[in-house]
């Protein structure tokens, strides 16, 4: 007998203060047993197409993106999901979280916190602590003076984490991801790009794990590609 945890799923979508479009806000969790094996994902109603396609930030890599804000309560549920799940891809597959504002200026501080804390190398040891402290502690952490002040009583030199988060290294990976959310014309998050041209939609997925293995199998399609362009453009294929 399999004994599974399951959290009932309820959608609901938010308007961002000075956004046209709707943000998605799934508050979703995933069985805790393994998804079922399904077929190969289908355009359309598991994935859709970047138009037009953008370039992978590391070249070589197939490289899976997660659009996400700490302020995002869907994005909040997701993360025990995805966070595990992205450790496990394959060598040829690089993951990178890129932090969402859409106008929202207690989101954008909070993509700020994310590049300060990734530059000090504190990433992985707050990201899980960051989601508890807004979503679960429901602690305001809105602007520079509440995010420092948190930070440093998770023990973070608190000098060391403001000069990071008013850095020109960190103003520019905020804007860069700024022009990523407009390249791929991110709309609701969580997000999820593979390779640069697919989307994942699963609009009939009930649980994370499903979102997850459509994932797993675009990443697939998309090591498939690269084999069959190398194939292509190898010499053989062109006498």
């Not at 709707?22 to 359309?44: K, M, N």
């Not at 992978?56 to 995805?82: L, M």
């Not at 190398?121 to 899980?128: I, P, Q, V």
């Not at 009939?204 to 084999?227: C, G, H, P, V």
């Amino acid at each position: 007998m399999v004994l599974a945890e399951q959290r009932v799923i309820a959608a609901a979508r938010i308007r961002v203060p000075g956004v046209r479009a709707w943000v998605l806000v799934l508050a979703a969790a995933i069985l805790s047993i393994p998804p079922i094996a399904r077929a190969d994902a289908a355009l359309g109603s598991d994935y859709a197409l970047v138009e037009p396609p953008q370039a992978p930030q590391t070249p070589g890599k197939i490289e899976v993106i997660e659009f996400f804000s700490f302020g995002c309560p869907a994005c909040n549920v997701f993360h025990p999901d995805v966070d595990p799940w992205s450790k496990t891809l394959a060598r040829d597959v690089v993951f990178v979280r890129v932090p969402v504002g859409f106008g929202h200026p207690a989101w954008q501080n909070l993509a700020k916190t994310f590049y300060a804390l990734q530059s000090i190398g504190a990433e992985d040891r707050l990201n899980n602590a960051l989601f508890h402290a807004i979503h679960d502690e429901h602690v305001a952490l809105t602007d520079a003076g509440s995010i420092t002040a948190w930070v440093t009583r998770q023990g973070i030199d608190g000098k060391e984490f403001s000069q990071a988060y008013d850095s020109f290294a960190v103003a520019t990976k905020t804007t860069r991801a700024e022009q990523l959310v407009s390249a791929y014309k991110v709309l609701e998050i969580p997000t999820l790009i593979v390779d640069g041209k697919y989307r994942v939609v699963a609009a009939k997925a009930t649980t994370n794990a499903e979102w997850l293995a459509i994932a797993d199998q675009l990443i697939a399609k998309a090591r498939q590609d690269k084999a069959l362009k190398s194939k292509t453009a190898s010499p053989e294929a062109r006498r």
